[in-house]
T-cell receptor
Framework: DQQVKQNSPSLSVQEGRISILNCDYTNSMFDYFLWYKKYPAEGPTFLIS?????DKNEDGRFTVFLNKSAKHLSLHIVPSQPGDSAVYFCAASDPNTGFQKLVFGTGTRLLVSP | AAGVIQSPRHLIKEKRETATLKCYPI?????VYWYQQGPGQDPQFLIS???????DKGSIPDRFSAQQFSDYHSELNMSSLELGDSALYFCASSSPAQGGNEKLFFGSGTQLSVL
């Protein structure tokens, strides 16, 4: 039972354009969401997060939007750069099961071409 | 800045053998987590430790055990290895003082191959 879903396994975008990565979840108890970026041969790196009390969080070129009614969040990268090419994981935590148990999506591989 | 260190980076074992994976958290981080990522799959939470005590348990097989030592490093012990144990094992650490337990800092992982 996949509680966090990233339905697009890959995304290709041109440099300078916007990248939009999507994530859907099924557990309405999730109250904190995170995006991690992963390069080959490296561990996931924390990128940005959002609490369920917000609908938007922005950090430089990265913005995460949360739509609780649709159980959907998205990561926007503007403008996209070739160095953004990586696998992006969406993750969520349920306070009832503890922060430790982050539930990850299967990831979306982003390729930004020059 | 110091990151989470995992060793070894790669490990090849045969079925029914044992393996020990080590994790050294970021200095002053008191919580360690272990995740398993199979080929083409999402990372799955295995187990976590806070202040040397097991704090949470996920989908960790009974053949696996882990502990956190007084210097906060952690070891994941895997016995009677099976082919299906072949995966990338990530360790992560966090500290409540650095934005809460949600923000995990991951190591580069140990790639375990069971032949």
């Amino acid at each position: 039972d996949q509680q966090v879903k990233q339905n697009s396994p890959s995304l290709s975008v041109q440099e300078g354009r916007i990248s939009i990565l999507n994530c859907d979840y099924t557990n309405s108890m999730f109250d904190y969401f995170l995006w991690y970026k992963k390069y080959p041969a490296e561990g996931p790196t924390f990128l940005i997060s959002i609490s369920s009390i917000k609908d938007k969080n922005e950090d430089g070129r990265f913005t995460v939007f949360l739509n609780k009614s649709a159980k959907h969040l998205s990561l926007h990268i503007v403008p996209s750069q070739p160095g953004d090419s990586a696998v992006y994981f969406c993750a969520a935590s349920d306070p009832n099961t503890g922060f430790q148990k982050l539930v990850f999506g299967t990831g979306t591989r982003l390729l930004v071409s020059p | 800045a110091a990151g989470v260190i995992q060793s070894p980076r790669h490990l090849i074992k045969e079925k029914r053998e044992t393996a020990t994976l080590k994790c050294y958290p970021i200095p002053r981080h008191d919580t360690v987590y272990w995740y398993q990522q199979g080929p083409g799959q999402d990372p799955q939470f295995l187990i976590s430790f806070y202040e040397k005590m097991q704090s949470d348990k996920g989908s960790i097989p009974d053949r696996f055990s882990a502990q956190q030592f007084s210097d906060y490093h952690s070891e994941l012990n895997m016995s009677s290895l099976e082919l299906g144990d072949s995966a990338l094992y990530f360790c992560a650490s966090s500290s409540p003082a650095q934005g809460g337990n949600e923000k995990l800092f991951f190591g580069s992982g140990t790639q375990l191959s069971v032949l």
